[in-house]
């Protein structure tokens, strides 16, 4: 395929996924007002917890296989509806494992009063992500996008009906998630007449041992980003309690606005990563891709690192407004997270799945240690949870050092160190000015976000005239 018809079809794959998800995901995001209004930060830290005990176990019911069904899905060497059908049959095969996982949480008070919860988000996130990701793998980002757009809908219908007229609480704020997942699959059922796919005549197990060979290490890799994504906010709940976690629960919010945008690039990058593997223009333009996602990427970082402070007050109530102490060191954080998993799609392209293993399980085994010996540090009440943010940070940086070697080997491309080594330094002054309020903090983040804008100009520039090749003379 011609060079420029690979840009603009990453373009146009990601423009519908973005036009369907992006405004709806950002009215979830200013819920967050309404949680922090409504729920107490205890309860917000109970409510937090739980979600993310359930999105561990997601990954283990399911045996991973979500992204084996979007990868082999696409492998012209198979069947798709042997594929979606085995992706199925896998779901029901770990789900064999729920009853005693269930026992496991009712002998664990802090989760005793909500294990039917979790078993319920659980099983609808599995198929949510089983149909989700088979139709992302048919290029259907149409539907996608809708999908995607209606669950988001969905889960805030129920979180408003749930936390206001029923005043549900914790089990509302997680129920709404269980249900808007579980109505959303049987949309993509229908609306992409799944039930042609589902077929049970033909299935080799030959298929189904080669997708388990690339999904169940992909579960350890799974655990590993949450270990480092998430066990800080329960070492911070048994260090320092709810109302800590709580605050510190809030703040990951505003950051992870960023995953957001980086989650609607990565639906329609890694179609593209795979669909272009091939070796000789496949390492230019993944360096083109690689280079613009970096430039954009800091400088998005380095908006949020310089508003933090206004968009707690926009988004938070006023219990939690403190919370912005947070929110730089998280910013850069997620933004090493947001440039592990973009180098990570090479490990998906050449499946490579245990490289992805190995790298996610240092930065888990970093990310607890750190957390060990740097959250009991900070002991005022202003900075309590800061000792996980630094943890969190210094994992996701080595994680993506590690990501950058290993996928840099396997084709080869251009990483431009420079450029990211600019664009930290710049991001790491704003964030530290911010952290600590030094004098004329709002001159330092001005003047950042004009370097970071300059340092990228040509980068974006490039990037925009490969998007959009009748622009490229001007942009030269």
């Given at each position: 395929m011609p060079t420029e018809k690979k840009y603009k079809r990453l373009l146009s794959n990601t423009a519908i996924v973005g036009v369907g998800t992006l405004g709806s995901k950002l009215l979830v995001y200013l819920l967050v007002r309404l949680y922090t209004s409504i729920l107490t930060n205890e309860e917000y830290s109970v409510a937090s917890n739980i979600a993310d005990m359930a999105t561990l176990l997601i990954p283990v019911i399911s045996?991973?296989?979500?992204e084996a069904v979007f990868r082999f899905a696409m492998d012209k060497a198979y069947r798709q509806s042997e594929i979606f059908t085995l992706g199925f049959l896998a779901v029901g095969l770990g789900s064999l494992l729920l009853p005693g996982l269930a026992l496991l949480f009712w002998s664990i008070p802090y989760f005793r009063g909500y294990v039917a919860l979790l078993v319920a988000y659980v099983l609808a996130s599995a198929l949510h992500t089983n149909c989700s990701q088979f139709i992302r793998a048919r290029a259907q980002f149409k539907l996608y996008a809708i999908q995607g757009l209606l669950n988001t809908l969905l889960t805030i219908g129920c979180n408003l009906l749930f936390l206001i007229p029923l005043k549900m609480g914790v089990t509302g704020y997680v129920l709404s998630v269980a249900v808007a997942d579980l109505l959303s699959s049987v949309f993509i059922f229908l609306a992409g007449k799944l039930w042609r796919e589902l077929t049970f005549?033909?299935?080799?197990?030959?298929t189904l041992r080669a997708m388990l060979v690339y999904s169940l290490p992909l579960i350890p890799t799974t655990i590993s980003w949450w270990v480092t994504n998430v066990s800080d906010r329960y070492m911070i709940t048994f260090m320092k309690g709810d109302g800590v976690n709580g605050l510190y629960a809030a703040a990951y919010k505003i950051p992870t606005l960023l995953m957001v945008l980086i989650g609607i690039f990565n639906s329609a990058w890694k179609y593209s990563a795979v669909s272009e593997r091939d070796r000789g223009e496949g390492a230019l333009f993944f360096t083109n891709v690689y280079r613009g996602f970096l430039s954009l990427l800091f400088c998005v970082s380095g908006g949020v690192i310089a508003f933090s402070k206004l968009l707690s007050h926009l988004m938070f109530g006023p219990d939690f407004r403190s919370a912005w102490v947070y929110i730089p060191?998280?910013?850069?954080?997620?933004?090493?997270?947001?440039?592990a998993s973009f180098t990570g799609t090479i490990f998906i392209v050449e499946k490579k799945s245990r490289y992805s293993f190995y790298t996610a399980l240092a930065g888990a085994l970093l990310n607890l240690v750190l957390n060990f010996f740097l959250i009991p540090l900070f002991s005022a009440e202003e900075n309590a949870a800061m000792g996980a943010a630094l943890?969190?940070?210094?994992?996701?940086?080595?994680?993506?050092l590690f990501r950058l070697f290993y996928s840099t080997r396997l084709i080869g491309y251009d990483p431009t160190l420079s450029l990211t080594l600019g664009n930290l330094l710049i991001v790491t002054v704003m964030a530290l000015a911010m952290t600590l309020e030094v004098p004329l903090w709002i001159l330092w983040q001005a003047a950042g976000l004009v370097l970071l804008l300059l340092v990228n100009r040509r980068i974006l520039f490039r990037f925009l005239a490969a998007l959009w090749p009748g622009k490229k003379k001007s942009a030269e």
């Open positions: 045996l991973g296989i979500g005549s033909g299935l080799r197990k030959s060191v998280l910013t850069l954080a997620m933004a090493f997270s947001a440039l943890a969190t940070l210094v994992a996701y940086f080595v994680m993506y």
